[in-house]
């Protein structure tokens, strides 16, 4: 099956600097990576995704870029804010299994 | 709510009890999740179903029963078979076609005391 890995578990950065978080899956059939953002005792909400056929996608200060070969993809965030403190979390599906496959959560921590 | 409704909120079991933990959605999705969290392990998937009286095992079943009678339920059970069951419980719900639109319910916090 699909397994995700996800890296750092934890990311401290000042404000305004950018953040990066980065994912490899192992499924080269996956099809379809999501972004969800997780603040503390509430549901994860989709903050952006990516689908294989497309290798950067940019929603104002958020971008995801994807790299088939390498089987990786990563979040980037720009201009952070004290908001954008949260646990983020990967994932990976490829259609035909079905299911979400997530990683193991970064702890974002931006620094007034 | 989003559409997917967990109950409840906060969830107390006595060590030997079964307890089940509501997952309603009102979107029309076929397809239904059950994941548990624990602090950096991320979601893991429990049971998931995509049809209505049919469901599948995910990565950590055991001591864990679901049902799916109806399209806009799917129930857990956390069975005194589950060894650490204290965790934070997430349903979620996608359509078939389209599984893009992952939508997670609130949660259910379930502290065995």
């Known amino acids: 099956g699909e397994n995700v890995e996800q890296h750092p578990s934890t990311l401290s950065v000042q404000e305004g600097d950018s953040a990066v978080i980065k994912c490899t899956y192992s499924?080269?059939?996956?099809?379809?990576f999501p972004w969800y953002k997780q603040e503390l005792g509430k549901r994860p909400q989709l903050i952006i995704d990516?689908?294989?056929?497309?290798g950067e996608k940019k929603d104002q200060r958020i971008a995801v870029t994807l790299n088939k070969t390498a089987k990786h993809f990563s979040l980037h965030i720009t201009e952070t804010q004290p908001e954008d403190s949260a646990v983020y979390f990967c994932?990976?599906?490829?259609?035909?299994?079905?299911?979400?496959?997530f990683g193991t959560g970064t702890r974002l921590t931006i620094i007034p | 709510d989003g559409g997917i409704t967990q109950s409840p909120k906060y969830l107390f079991r006595k060590e030997g009890q079964n307890v089940t933990l509501s997952c309603e959605q009102n979107?029309?999705?076929?397809?239904m999740y059950w994941y548990r969290q624990d602090p950096g392990q991320g979601l893991r998937l429990i049971y998931y179903s995509q049809i209505v009286n049919d469901f599948q095992k995910g990565d950590i079943a055991e001591g864990y029963s679901v049902s799916r009678e109806k399209k806009e339920s799917f129930p857990l059970t956390v069975t005194s078979a589950q060894k650490n069951p204290t965790a934070f419980y997430l349903c979620?719900?996608?359509?078939?076609?389209?599984?893009?639109?992952?939508?997670f319910g609130s949660g259910t916090r379930l502290t065995v005391v």
């Open positions: 990516i689908r294989s056929n497309v």
């Open positions: 994932a990976a599906l490829n259609f035909g299994n079905e299911k979400l496959t």
């Open positions: 979107l029309n999705h076929d397809a």
């Open positions: 979620a719900s996608s359509p078939i076609q389209d599984r893009y639109g992952y939508t």
């Open positions: 499924d080269s059939a996956s099809n379809y």
